[in-house]
């Protein structure tokens, strides 16, 4: 906990001696008050407890005004807090090897499920937007707050050839920041792509300066990352990595499926989809995010819980003094109420 009027501590000081100015006054009490035969006979009627109960009252409102003082000095401390703005980005592989059956009823459908009751469970003021990757990446839904249309973009997934994961991550990037000038057709098809493509000098994407910021310090959007395989095209995963680390923007990604992989056919092809965990999980690194397995639709369906819980909130510094305040008023309060019920008087 740290304080923004660090100075106003020095006010604390007065609290030991109001303990001592508390004391003295016990002892000139004690010493104007009548003197019995027996004093012994007087304690004894009073009994322990009686003793001790007259000083609660006064340490109670000793500990309101000290929390008060500690108020006055305008405490801050990193709490978790709800996110005002936030867009999220599900980037979701949809290649051929999405159709194989180790996580029932196939990686692609719990994907699916878990996908659309993770959108569910979000606040409403959070915007959502929709990539599906394979040989190359498309925008399905754009960020929006439409819960349906969010839902039915997941719906109208269809398998492809090859796993570009790049792509996704480059897309993702590209949606969040539209304005960025970041060149998708360059960085995902390459440059002779673009070249041989028929150029429209009036769409062509503005070239911006970029100067990369600390991996993680954009708290406003976060991309989550669901594979099941490994990249087969597109550019390289780290890379695009780095290109989301450069704009401070987290990656979590999520694994579907086994590490051993699963020998499946697709439109005449026979292949092992593994799982590349070692890429999966630099890239978390390299953004900050952090990465996590799903070998089974339930797992795959507390991996999302999870990750409603950590992109909603944020740990932020924030000002406490209105909380130390609350606590002394009520510790005053107190004070005051349990003077009047046993003494029938206010301290």
Not at 306 to 324: C, D, H, M, P
Request: with cysteine; net charge positive; charged share 20%.
């Amino acid at each position: 906990m740290t304080f923004l009027w660090p100075g106003m501590l020095w006010l604390l000081l007065a609290v030991p001696a109001l303990v001592a100015l508390y004391i003295l006054l016990l002892r000139r009490k004690k010493k104007a008050a009548l003197r019995y035969a027996s004093l012994n006979i007087v304690k004894e009627a009073l009994g322990a407890g009686q003793r001790f109960r007259r000083h609660v009252p006064p340490l109670l409102f000793l500990l309101a005004l000290a929390t008060m003082l500690v108020a006055v000095a305008r405490p801050a401390a990193i709490v978790r807090l709800p996110m005002q703005q936030q867009t999220i980005i599900l980037a979701m592989d949809v290649s051929g090897s999405m159709r194989a059956r180790d996580v029932e009823p196939n990686r692609l459908v719990a994907a699916q499920e878990a996908a659309k009751q993770f959108v569910a469970d979000l606040p409403r003021g959070v915007r959502v937007g929709v990539v599906s990757f394979a040989g190359t990446a498309a925008v399905v839904q754009p960020p929006t707050h439409a819960r349906e249309d969010i839902v039915a973009a997941i719906d109208r997934f269809q398998l492809q050839r090859g796993t570009a994961i790049g792509s996704g991550i480059i897309l993702a990037l590209a949606t969040i920041f539209p304005d960025a000038g970041i060149d998708v057709s360059d960085s995902i098809y390459g440059r002779d792509r673009r070249r041989s493509a028929p150029l429209d000098p009036g769409r062509a994407p503005e070239k911006k300066d970029f100067t990369p910021v600390e991996p993680g310090s954009y708290p406003s959007a976060a991309i989550i990352l669901l594979t099941d395989g490994q990249r087969t095209t597109g550019p390289d995963s780290l890379e695009a990595a780095k290109m989301a680390a450069d704009r401070g923007v987290r990656i979590f990604t999520v694994g579907v499926g086994t590490p051993a992989g699963e020998v499946i056919g697709f439109e005449g092809w026979s292949f092992r989809a593994r799982l590349d965990e070692d890429t999966l999980k630099a890239i978390a690194d390299r953004t900050r995010g952090e990465y996590f397995h799903a070998g089974t639709a339930m797992d795959l369906k507390k991996v999302y819980q999870g990750l409603n819980a950590r992109l909603v909130f944020e740990k932020q510094e924030t000002e406490i003094t209105a909380l130390f305040s609350a606590v002394a008023a009520c510790l005053a309060l107190v004070a005051a109420l349990l003077s009047f019920l046993w003494f029938s008087r206010i301290l």
